[in-house]
């Protein structure tokens, strides 16, 4: 099992910025992927940002300029710059990775973190 704890939601003034961390512990063999989901109230969770253990990267268009997702992978850690931050990114937060095991990919999901941006 692979347990994920974030860190860094809060409140913020518009325009401001929050940096969100993610460590993955547990029975880690190669996490593939970390990203960050967010869920708005009533709706379905939604990509954020990724990034591959191989740094690559990819953003929803809303967060493009202004988000940005990193990695260390020694820490098994990830982290999201959150700048310029607006009233409509105020959601729930979720750490995701993804685990490859001799093939089969596993989901883990963190408890998730809220992120309220007022105007």
């Known amino acids: 099992q692979v347990r994920l704890e974030e860190s860094g939601g809060g409140l913020v003034q518009a325009g401001g910025s929050l940096r969100l961390s993610c460590a993955a512990s547990?029975?880690?063999?190669?996490?593939?992927?970390m990203g960050w989901y967010r869920q708005y109230t009533g709706k379905q969770r939604e990509l954020v940002a990724r990034?591959?253990?191989?740094?690559?990267?990819n953003y929803a268009d809303s967060v493009k300029g202004r988000f940005t997702i990193s990695r260390e992978n020694a820490k098994n850690t990830v982290y999201l710059q959150m700048n310029t931050l607006k009233p409509e990114d105020t959601a729930v937060y979720y750490c995701?990775?993804?685990?490859?095991?001799?093939?089969?990919?596993?989901?883990?999901w963190g408890q998730g973190t809220q992120v309220t941006v007022s105007s």
């Open positions: 995701n990775a993804v685990q490859t095991i001799l093939g089969p990919t596993y989901n883990y």
């Open positions: 547990g029975r880690i063999f190669r996490i593939s992927a």
């Open positions: 990034i591959t253990d191989g740094g690559i990267t």
